[in-house]
């Protein structure tokens, strides 16, 4: 369910939330799926600045991309480019992400044109053109976009050690990236501060603290 904002929170007041993350690491689909989903289920929305930057530990070998999962992640991570570009609103571009990570989970092998027809089952049930999907990554400009987040990722301070990496005003959560809103509620400086804030510390205690599992990027030596 999306919540409808009580209070308006400026832009300059808001915290930037940032995710890391490439579209077939299955450590990322459930991140999303799951957990940062929360953004949108409450009110913490009204004070977060989301940003989600597909790349992961992809890297440059010569004049091509090489992607830690193989070519199918490179074309999913230039298509999430393009979505991004395209519909800029962030729920918007978010809601499509999450539509194909969560097919994905289900989903992971299949036939060779199973990825594509899983944007564009996404995109047929939100309304996004998919033609202009298409178009985006079929002209190369999703490919540039791609770059375009592969150089952010790469000058990262401290560099990323495994997706899905967060980053909350430029600091890194490291494994504890999953109380990502502990931390985005203590970034936070206006008053008063959204309910998602408020009920968050009591969940909190429950949990038990680890190092959780992610797609490193010490574990792609080899070529795909």
Not at 5 to 10: A, F, I, R, V
Not at 43 to 68: E, F, H, K, M, S
Not at 131 to 141: P, Q
Not at 175 to 192: H, I, L, R, T
Request: charged share 25%; with cysteine; proline share 6%.
């Amino acid at each position: 369910m999306f919540i409808s904002p009580s209070l308006p929170c400026l832009d300059h007041d808001k915290v930037t939330l940032s995710l890391y993350y490439e579209t077939l690491c299955p450590y990322c689909a459930s991140f999303i799926s799951n957990d940062l989903v929360k953004v949108f289920q409450t009110d913490l929305y009204t004070i977060v600045n989301l940003r989600l930057v597909p790349w992961g530990n992809a890297r440059i070998v010569g004049d091509t991309i090489q992607c830690q999962h193989g070519e199918d992640e490179c074309y999913l991570n230039a298509i999430d480019s393009c979505v991004i570009h395209l519909w800029p609103d962030v729920k918007t571009h978010f809601d499509f992400i999450r539509c194909t990570e969560e097919k994905r989970l289900v989903l992971k092998e299949g036939p060779e044109n199973r990825k594509e027809a899983m944007w564009r089952n996404c995109s047929d049930q939100l309304g996004l053109r998919a033609d202009k999907i298409n178009k985006c990554y079929s002209t190369g400009i999703g490919i540039k976009l791609l770059l375009q987040h592969g150089n952010e990722t790469a000058n990262l301070k401290p560099p990323h050690g495994y997706v899905p990496w967060v980053v909350v005003n430029n600091k890194p959560l490291k494994d504890d990236y999953e109380n990502f809103v502990k931390s985005v509620c203590d970034a936070y400086q206006g008053d008063p501060k959204p309910e998602a804030c408020k009920t968050q510390s009591s969940t909190l205690n429950k949990m038990t603290k680890n190092i959780h599992p992610g797609c490193y990027a010490s574990e792609f030596t080899n070529s795909k």
